[in-house]
């Protein structure tokens, strides 16, 4: 019985285009073998799915949109010949992107995304002064603002004011007559860039 693992020599499995996908392939064997040659392919693509939250119509039907391939290479990492029995490593490195290489296989960071929501304290601000908001995105939930043709990865601010009368607070919430609180929304663009 023979087994094969792939060990990427990095615990981070996030590559830029620049970097090589270095490793070894480790071949536990009970006997010799004979093979071919050894090949590694790598495949990437890019999973996109739509949240219910911001799905228009026509990306509510489909829900999940297919996989967008970003990368293919091959790589010959032994000619043929023979293993021995027991363990063998063989190392291996790949350029995944080579200079001057067409921009084919593009590299797009991505993310799992989430709303996240702010709620300011409420109270009487001061008129005419400007009134800072400052938020820390996390790493984890965001990504760099990509145009890539087949799809985007897009943010916006959503700006929610809501002004409460005194009339509101004299009534029960079940009360159908209760006045409704007034509220003054804008919805900016977000472009986030990464910098070095």
Not at 87 to 112: A, C, I, W
Not at 127 to 143: A, D, E, F, K, S
Request: proline share 6%.
């Amino acid at each position: 019985m023979s087994t094969v693992e792939i060990k990427l020599s990095r615990s981070n499995r996030i590559y830029r285009p620049s970097e090589p996908l270095q490793g070894k392939i480790v071949i536990k064997s009970s006997s010799s073998i004979f093979h071919y040659g050894i090949h590694l392919t790598v495949n990437g693509s890019a999973n996109l799915q739509v949240r219910g939250g911001s799905a228009g119509v026509v990306e509510s039907l489909y829900g999940v949109i297919k996989p967008i391939k970003i990368l293919k290479k091959s790589q010959e990492i032994r000619t043929s010949g023979r293993i021995g029995s027991g363990t063998t490593e063989v190392p291996f490195s790949m350029n995944l992107k080579q200079h001057g290489e067409e921009n084919l296989e593009r590299f797009y960071e991505t993310f799992h995304g989430a709303d996240i929501n702010i709620q300011v304290a409420d109270g009487d601000v001061c008129r005419n002064m400007t009134l800072p908001i400052y938020v820390i995105l996390p790493r984890l939930l965001t990504c760099p603002t990509v145009l890539a043709g087949p799809f985007s990865v897009e943010f916006k601010v959503s700006v929610v004011i809501s002004f409460r009368s005194e009339l509101s607070k004299l009534h029960k919430k079940s009360d159908p007559t209760t006045p409704r609180l007034w509220l003054a929304m804008e919805t900016l663009p977000l472009e986030l860039v990464r910098t070095n």
